[in-house]
């Protein structure tokens, strides 16, 4: 134990015997010769305490010497704030034990801060599961309105990362002032097509004045892996970065530097309003992204090559020296008027199904909450991480796609638990397959694509064997003597047991009075339920041509 944690401790001890004795700080400083404010400097760690006085404190509040200094290594904190010290917020702030055991030397500030704090906690929970319920009632709501020709409402789940999705599809994913800045820089100082790190490194030191330091060692804890210093010129890069990402995060730094010098986020945006107040900035750092792979692959030098190799990810990567991740991000980026790319769109997600890019240049739709559609090639290109897993997907409106997605492993000490493992997906239209070194043939499109959706709570679909959750699109209905091969896949009314039979066993028509099952949801805006469906024909026109119940029951 340091100096500092041992008068904490034996400040905190003292106060702790006071305390329990009733007896006013003035009154001990008077019976132990000292002043009320020396007293009350020692009790809080920030006067050491001298041994006579030690001893003289000891013997007026009758403890054992021998006693008292064996606990001083114990180092013992509130337990109230003991427990903070997992909570993963409280982590970020950085605070340590001994600071918790400073806190603790104040038993009514303690309690207060950790009653504040698990108030707070409390507080987010209730406020993310109300956000969640309107969230559903505000979906389902938009949905009547789409169908009666209204205007849906807003979006309490509409993130800033949304506002930035939204934000790039609008332009495309493309935005030429950022491919005239990287391309003039590239000629400027004479790139080759394989930039190296050794390079880029050059060119912040030489044209932008800025000196890159390897963080060596690395704080321990810490994640960063780049942090630029506009004060101290400086750019500090983390010691664990492999060549391929090391390029990627210094060709960034130079990006975020030409556009704070051209303004080039204030003339992208052209004085556009935003909902959040933190969409600006993730919209700097996507742009700082583009510019990097805009330095890395530069669109005419790209783009031949992409002809060439009719869209390898693969080959691609090898030509150019980057990563398939910004290879696949670029060729999202192909939105030249003279010069256009095959239109994809763009999926990263992790083994866990949680998707944390995308981008829709196809016109799919995303699930803004939940997980996406587990027959998604990104998704099960885990089953065979070492290959590129492809197919063909129809949705429930007949709009077909061709996908493609591969693994990328980043083990760290040879673990991949303690690593990153992300699946990067690219879709297209079904067409445009033939374009494409992946492509698969085909000679019955609608017999080979897999019946997919874009989740499960949105999916119009009655015949999936992969649901996880019902979908909000029909009155949940189930039967207890008719057993689906997926027990939220919604029941359709000539898949029931015949009413008969259920006279039979004692059930007076069935599961439910009106003949159907019990909603998940509020159904009253919409029309009455037919299959189990809200009665529109598309809904059904996966199975057999919809059958009205007399008096529109589900």
């Known amino acids: 134990m340091n100096d500092n944690a041992l008068n904490a401790n034996v400040g905190l001890k003292l106060r702790g015997l006071r305390l329990a004795r009733n007896i006013k700080q003035a009154d001990a400083a008077k019976d132990l010769g000292v002043s009320p404010a020396y007293l009350n400097l020692i009790e809080k760690g920030k006067r050491v305490m001298p041994f006579p006085l030690l001893w003289k404190a000891l013997r007026y509040f009758d403890q054992d010497p021998e006693q008292f200094m064996s606990t001083l290594g114990e180092g013992r904190v509130d337990e109230a704030l003991a427990k903070l010290l997992d909570e993963p917020l409280l982590k970020s702030l950085d605070i340590d034990p001994e600071s918790l055991q400073s806190l603790s030397a104040e038993p009514k500030l303690a309690g207060t801060v950790a009653a504040l704090f698990n108030l707070y906690k409390n507080t987010r929970t209730q406020l993310e599961n109300v956000l969640a319920q309107l969230n559903v009632e505000e979906r389902t709501r938009a949905q009547g309105g789409a169908q009666n020709g209204t205007v849906p409402g807003v979006r309490f789940d509409y993130s800033p990362f949304d506002e930035v999705s939204d934000f790039l599809e609008q332009h495309r994913n493309y935005f030429p002032e950022l491919e005239e800045q990287a391309e003039a820089l590239r000629k400027d100082v004479r790139l080759e097509r394989q930039i190296t790190s050794g390079q880029l490194i050059r060119l912040l030191e030489e044209r932008f004045g800025y000196r890159v330091n390897f963080d060596d060692p690395a704080p321990s804890g810490s994640s960063v892996v780049r942090r630029l210093d506009p004060e101290e010129q400086t750019l500090t890069l983390s010691p664990f970065l492999t060549e391929q990402p090391l390029k990627f995060q210094i060709a960034a730094s130079i990006g975020l530097l030409v556009m704070d010098r051209e303004k080039l986020v204030e003339r992208i945006l052209n004085a556009g309003r935003m909902r959040h107040a933190e969409t600006q900035r993730l919209i700097k750092v996507n742009l700082a992204n583009y510019f990097a792979g805009a330095l890395m692959l530069p669109y005419g030098d790209f783009f031949k090559?992409?002809?060439?190799?009719?869209?390898?990810?693969?080959?691609?990567?090898?030509?150019?020296?980057?990563?398939?991740?910004?290879?696949?991000?670029?060729?999202?980026?192909?939105?030249?008027?003279?010069?256009?790319?095959?239109?994809?769109?763009?999926?990263?997600?992790?083994?866990?199904?949680?998707?944390?890019?995308?981008?829709?240049?196809?016109?799919?739709?995303?699930?803004?909450?939940?997980?996406?559609?587990?027959?998604?090639?990104?998704?099960l290109a885990f089953l065979n991480p070492s290959q590129i897993t492809r197919q063909y997907s129809i949705m429930p409106d007949g709009t077909t796609y061709f996908c493609f997605a591969k693994v990328q492993l980043q083990p760290i000490e040879g673990s991949i638990v303690k690593g990153t493992a992300y699946s990067i997906g690219l879709g297209t239209h079904a067409e445009n397959a033939k374009y494409l070194a992946y492509g698969l043939p085909t000679t019955d499109l609608r017999k080979d694509a897999i019946p997919s959706g874009i989740s499960c709570r949105f999916c119009e679909r009655t015949d999936c064997n992969q649901r996880a959750a019902a979908s909000y699109r029909f009155a949940f209905a189930f039967d207890e003597y008719t057993k689906k091969d997926c027990f939220f896949s919604p029941l359709l009314v000539h898949e029931k047991a015949d009413k008969e039979h259920h006279h039979r066993h004692g059930n007076g028509g069935g599961a439910h009075a009106n003949g159907g099952g019990l909603p998940a949801l509020p159904m009253s805006h919409l029309p009455a339920p037919v299959n189990g469906s809200h009665g529109s024909e598309k809904d059904d026109s996966l199975d057999k041509p919809p059958r009205r119940r007399k008096g529109g029951d589900a």
């Open 305 to 379: 090559e992409v002809q060439r190799t009719r869209y390898d990810v693969e080959l691609l990567s090898s030509i150019f020296g980057s990563t398939y991740e910004t290879v696949a991000h670029r060729l999202c980026n192909l939105s030249d008027p003279k010069r256009p790319g095959i239109p994809f769109h763009f999926l990263r997600a992790d083994i866990a199904g949680n998707i944390s890019k995308r981008y829709s240049g196809t016109g799919i739709r995303f699930a803004t909450g939940g997980g996406s559609c587990a027959k998604w090639a990104v998704h």
